[in-house]
């Protein structure tokens, strides 16, 4: 897969209970800090299934992975468990998660549920490029909120690929990154995605996760 890169959806919704019980005890701490028992689902469902897609890359057993911090605080794996160098990331909005790797080069995935009740306009004119701004304010109103959240994830995947925070780079177009590609997604109704990776020419596939997915 070195001229690669795979994401994989991962409806949460679908996917049984008691999956904590392959999370560390880091991550179940992590998620017994959520308020709602929703949220806790939710966030064991998405931890556990990035073990067992990283565990078909990797091997091994999802339980035993082990991971640590790189820039920006974004997790890799830890390297005596990564000899193939292996790349990932991990996003999750209300029930679709999407892992995204790739190995040998950076890359960053977002998915974001698409919202009517925000101020996608004035949001965009604070944080975002003023042309992009402009090109969302020129669209009809019933199209702006899905337009918004797909140059959202398009921005946020570049920044998570470069290891980098939105305070650190919210205002720069994704065409703006030399080195790096982006592209859309997609997604199901309702939902926005992208994926960004360094480098170029490389091919993008797509795959949906269950507890009985085979090897890519």
């Not at 949460?12 to 019980?21: H, Q, V, Y």
């Not at 009517?116 to 909120?145: K, N």
């Not at 109704?189 to 085979?214: E, I, M, N």
Request: glycine share 10%; proline share 6%.
């Amino acid at each position: 897969m070195e001229n690669e890169v795979h994401v994989w959806q991962i409806a949460l919704d679908t996917l049984p209970p008691g999956r904590e019980r392959i999370l560390s005890a880091s991550e179940c701490d992590r998620m017994a800090r959520f308020h709602f028992e929703r949220d806790r689902g939710r966030y064991a469902a998405s931890h556990a299934a990035l073990r067992q897609i990283l565990a078909r890359y990797a091997g091994g057993e999802p339980a035993a992975l082990e991971f640590t911090a790189g820039p920006g605080g974004k997790p890799a794996l830890e390297p005596k468990m990564n000899p193939l160098g292996i790349s990932f990331n991990l996003s999750h909005s209300g029930d679709l998660a999407m892992v995204a790797v790739a190995r040998g080069r950076d890359v960053g995935v977002d998915v974001e549920r698409i919202r009517g009740d925000i101020e996608a306009l004035e949001i965009a004119r604070r944080f975002f490029d003023p042309a992009e701004a402009a090109e969302l304010a020129a669209l009809a109103p019933d199209a702006a909120d899905g337009a918004f959240f797909a140059l959202w994830t398009r921005k946020e995947a570049l920044l998570k690929a470069r290891g980098l925070t939105l305070g650190e780079g919210l205002h720069h177009a994704p065409a703006e990154a030399a080195g790096y590609t982006v592209q859309g997604i997609d997604a199901p109704t309702g939902y926005a995605a992208a994926v960004a990776a360094a480098g170029s020419g490389w091919t993008l596939r797509t795959f949906q996760f269950s507890d009985k997915t085979s090897r890519p």
